[in-house]
């Protein structure tokens, strides 16, 4: 971050014609996004969306309300202009694209979407490594290129979102293994289970747990990759993987990023425990109601713009927020100072007692 | 409010290629937005931004951080494009229209600022009425005038918007007296009074809400005007009585309202008792920072969309959540339903016990 520029832009929103504070959080968000853009007057015009795509081997195990070929049917949909995240980044005039890690359905070729396949959907979590470290290292490297394809597009907001039928399945068992709490703690509904289904998937999840705790106990600390690449290996998606591959390329080349809900925010810790410094480059857009989100929000100290209960991911909770940073930027660079309106009330008057 | 559309409107949302709720607040905007414009697709593209300004005598009293010389100056900036308000109207290609009600250092003619002086402000309230009945009729009228100005121009959604050195001390006196609550209850630190400040502020409302209720008892029931327009002329300021006028008559000619924070949602619970039909008509943009807002939103049984610690009034609060209006209505509108996507996955499938 640039410290120096940080404290310019402060300087400047000092001078604006408003009482100081009362553009509350639109003023933060201005001033963190000028120290990552060393701007004195950030911008978010142009966008990046990145959706990654992929099945999850865990759907065998009942754990999500529809079945994995909705997740090549609903890439589709998004390549179509159907879905939220389609009409949302039209809306925005933000640049859209789709990477298909793999679908347990195979996928016709689409112009729309670029084909990553990695392989047809992660394996099932619940009853061995959900990826080879080498799956994983695909992912991960999926998600950088996708993150220096916006850096060279020029892009100055990098969004990433997710479609897979059991993502929050996977994207739970990491968040359960990196912060050390029970599967009660982080399985929610994701699509719409009702109460039996939540429990069943929390069954799973503290299964996939025990699993993991095992394998990880029988291999030597040292011989192995680092802890946070285990867990995703074992635990994660292909999806969440590029994700976090994502995030991490972002803040090594200074792009901010604007996470999303639940999965995306379980990828960002991941990120961070893989490179600390990548917390300095994000933003937080939404409070899910995927009620394993807070968790993760609260380990990340991350305190999200919206809070409007949805639960969709693809990235709209992200993009939703996008004008809000919009906003923060206009009022932030456009507004007059008191010296260029003759406004002469910034001395606070002391009232008489 | 069109019921049926509201229905048809909601049958069409369960068709749309997301698990139900999962957009969650967005939702229940666009099917309000379909009930109250007759359309099973609502649109907010057309914005109508009105800042009413006036001075309040009230001030002479020490209850604000900033001089009245800055209601003028602050018009001047809004004219120029400077003010926060200004720059989030052009932002979101909203219309805006500037009206003084009268301001206590005399304004120069501009071709943005409407003309519409009723007084070089209110009088002192805490001394005396803050207005005659014949001043706060007209304050009523000019509000009306301006939302009948906005429905002429095709307007799909009205915001108010305030500027007023003094109005937060008017607006809490007549939340006090409309939802009898003590000063402590109401009054806060507006632009920005310490704590000192805020103590002089409520003990000058606690003055002025029994000089109010001395006035009122002396009066006879039946003989009077009814009761909120009595409070709104004894406690009010122009810039309120003109907001709660704006909203009653979008309330009669079915213009959807979005309110901003503290004064804009003091005006509408005036509006609401005036016209309960009113509240019917009304959305909820933002929480302010000002303490006294909770309490007002709860009288009126609203929810914001935004928590972002914004207090600073002009109608900013609402001008800031109305791109989420517009994407729920985006969402609402443009996204494909399961059979148009050949999507199959909308009946949930039960999980395996």
Chains 1, 2 share one sequence.
Not at 36 to 53: H, K, L
Not at 143 to 171: P, Q, V, W
């Amino acid at each position: 971050l640039d410290a120096a520029m940080g404290r310019a832009a402060a300087a400047r929103q000092a001078q604006l014609t408003k009482p100081p504070g009362a553009l509350g959080r639109l003023e933060e968000v201005a001033l963190r996004l000028a120290a990552m853009q060393g701007r004195e007057r950030p911008s978010v015009e142009r966008v990046r969306i990145c959706v990654f795509a992929a099945d999850n081997g865990v759907v065998e195990e009942g754990v999500s309300a529809f079945p994995p070929s909705v997740t090549m049917q609903m890439v589709m949909n998004m390549a179509a202009g159907g879905a939220a995240i389609s009409v949302l980044a039209l809306a925005l005039e933000a640049d859209i694209e789709l990477v298909n890690l793999g679908t347990a359905t195979p996928m016709s070729p689409h112009p729309a979407v670029r084909d990553a396949t990695i392989a047809p959907g992660s394996a099932n979590l619940a009853r061995g490594p959900a990826m080879t470290d080498a799956q994983c290292d695909q992912a991960l490297a999926q998600g950088r290129a996708a993150a220096l394809r916006a850096i060279d597009a020029g892009a100055e907001l990098f969004i990433g979102g997710e479609m897979g039928i059991g993502n929050t399945t996977a994207s739970a068992a990491v968040a359960c293994a990196l912060l050390e709490q029970p599967a009660a703690a982080l399985v929610g509904p994701g699509t719409g289970l009702d109460s039996a289904g939540v429990k069943h998937k929390q069954r799973v999840v503290a299964r996939a747990l025990e699993r993991h705790r095992r394998a990880a106990q029988a291999t030597p600390p040292d011989a192995g990759r680092p802890a946070p690449a285990a867990v995703l290996a074992s635990l994660g998606g292909f999806d969440v993987a590029a994700l976090a591959g994502a995030y991490v390329a972002c803040a090594q080349r200074r792009l901010p990023v604007l996470l999303d809900g639940f999965i995306s925010s379980v990828a960002a810790l991941v990120a961070v425990r893989l490179c600390p410094g990548a917390a300095d480059w994000m933003l937080f857009s939404h409070a899910s109601a995927e009620p394993g989100h807070a968790l993760v929000l609260q380990a990340l100290g991350g305190v999200p713009l919206l809070d409007l209960e949805m639960r969709l991911g693809e990235g709209s909770g992200a993009a939703t927020a996008v004008p809000l940073l919009r906003l923060a930027c206009r009022l932030h660079g456009d507004m007059a100072t008191f010296a260029e309106a003759g406004v002469k009330g910034q001395a606070p008057l002391s009232a008489p007692q």
